[in-house]
Nanobody, 114 residues
């Protein structure tokens, strides 16, 4: 069974950092492009970052470029999102996604507030 499980969300002050993790199960992780999305209240889900299967190619939403970094460990079937210089506008539920398997994680809440 294909499954993605996110962790690492929480409440952080503006300017702070968080690292999200996503554990993958039930598929050959190292052969799939992985993505992070987010959805803020009242807004559509949006792509935050994407990384190719071997990690050689990445792409980011303009709003997070220079602040967020996607990475992966294919030996551990894990993908990460390091978020620095967080802003209140980054508040959202963050989701891990493998498009080729049409699978989403359950999401993890990130709240940026003083």
């Amino acid at each position: 069974q294909v499954q993605l499980v996110e962790s690492g969300g929480g409440l952080v002050q503006p300017g702070g950092s968080l690292r999200l993790s996503c554990a993958a199960f039930g598929f050959t992780f190292a052969t799939y492009t992985m993505s992070w999305y987010r959805q803020a209240p009242g807004k559509e889900r949006e792509l935050v970052a994407v990384m190719s299967s071997a990690g050689r190619s990445t792409n980011y939403a303009n709003s997070v470029k220079g602040r967020f970094t996607i990475s992966r460990d294919n030996a551990k079937n894990m993908v990460y999102l390091q978020m620095n210089s967080l802003k209140p506008d980054d508040t959202a539920v963050y989701y891990c996604h493998v498009a080729a398997r049409n699978t989403w994680g359950q999401g993890t809440q990130v709240t940026v507030s003083s």
